[in-house]
């Protein structure tokens, strides 16, 4: 046998695999694809993570400015597929405003914008990043996200500028102070006065109905008015208080995620026992289309389970919490093992050209 022919030992062979290096520890180690890699971490892990050997913000930066080099547009639809599939927010924004750092990718990111900043408080905290040039991201913004925040400011509605009015540190009118949105509707002018803190005349608040009436609760403490208006919880029980006849008011006209995260405070105060209150809180959370669109996360719903007045009402408490919970959870089911490597959903398919093998649902 010819010396030469020799294949080595398995360690031998897999030391000479083009792949394969020595990790931190001096281990052998094989890399993995660019994009594979990325979708592994997206998906699995929190922005600033803490890691063994740093934390996965900094990873997280140099595969997607490697990846958005590369393929910009999948670095972008990776972005839409991790808000509007896998329901996360923060690495989504921070994807998009990575690929925006890229010329190539800019496009991409402007017509994607809106997908991945669906809510105003995504607007805030794609500002925060563009901003902020101390996480590496930007030093100067770019002006295709200048642009995009620009154009969203100028569609912003009443109802959000109320809710987001008074959000701490950079808030809704540090934006419109940066971004100039210029409105060619009056009633939007009206709405970016309020959102800056300006004095309102009366053709402004003729423009604000939403906002008038926060000041008539204020002055009348009309209950009629929250219903009315549809106005939010968050600004209402600091005009109110927290009285049963307010969360009785307020639980006939909040949204699903409200309604989730104030079930305890609709107990404690004794609104749950309200015909219509009950009413809309078992048809909201067991209808499979308002629970999916509302894009909550299983755990959300577990909430229910610690919002109880009295163990005579367990038996509805678990059906309301059973029901949420087993309708949120449907689009999770459909994620394959590992061992199901050639059964992906034709989504991810789109976003990525091979399924990792370590993935674990």
């Excluded at 109905?209 to 009629?224: F, M, T």
């Excluded at 610690?306 to 999770?332: C, F, G, V, Y």
Aim: aromatic letters at 6%; proline letters at 6%; charged letters at 30%.
């Amino acid at each position: 046998m010819s010396r030469f022919h020799s294949k080595g030992t398995p360690a031998e062979q897999l030391r000479r695999r083009p792949d394969a290096f020595a990790n931190e520890e001096g281990g052998l180690a094989f890399a993995h694809d660019v994009r594979e890699t990325l979708v592994k971490m997206a998906a699995c892990s929190l922005v600033s993570e803490s890691l063994f050997y740093g934390d996965t913000a900094g990873r997280i930066t140099r595969l997607t400015s490697a990846a958005a080099s590369q393929w910009p547009e999948w670095t972008v639809k990776l972005a839409v597929y991790l808000r509007e599939k896998l329901q996360l927010r923060s690495i989504s924004q921070v994807v998009l405003a990575l690929a925006a750092r890229e010329s190539a990718a800019r496009p991409f990111a402007r017509a994607a914008f809106d997908r991945v900043a669906s809510r105003t408080d995504d607007l805030i905290e794609i500002a925060a990043l563009v901003k902020d040039d101390r996480n590496g991201i930007f030093r100067h913004a770019p002006a295709v996200l200048r642009q995009a925040i620009r154009d969203r400011l100028e569609r912003l509605d009443e109802f959000e500028a109320i809710k987001y009015r008074r959000a701490g540190g950079l808030g809704l009118k540090h934006l419109v102070r940066l971004f100039h949105p210029r409105p060619a509707d009056p009633g939007r002018n009206a709405v970016l006065r309020y959102a800056l803190g300006r004095p309102l005349g009366e053709e402004d608040l003729e423009q604000l109905p939403k906002v008038r009436a926060l000041r008539h609760l204020r002055a009348e403490r009309d209950l009629a008015l929250i219903r009315e208006h549809r106005l939010p919880w968050e600004l209402v029980l600091p005009i109110l208080g927290s009285s049963r006849e307010v969360w009785e008011a307020l639980g006939t006209t909040m949204p699903i995620m409200a309604l989730l995260r104030n079930l305890r405070n609709l107990h404690k105060s004794g609104a749950i026992q309200h015909p219509e209150v009950r009413s809309r809180i078992l048809t909201v959370f067991r209808d499979p289309e308002a629970v999916l669109a509302s894009r909550q996360l299983p755990f959300h719903a577990s909430a229910d389970a610690t919002a109880r007045s009295s163990s005579a009402e367990a038996p509805n408490r678990r059906t309301r919490s059973d029901s949420a919970r087993s309708i949120a959870s449907r689009p999770i089911r459909t994620i394959p093992s590992s061992r199901a490597r050639d059964s992906r959903p034709p989504d991810m398919r789109a976003a990525c050209t091979r399924w990792s093998p370590s993935w674990r649902v």
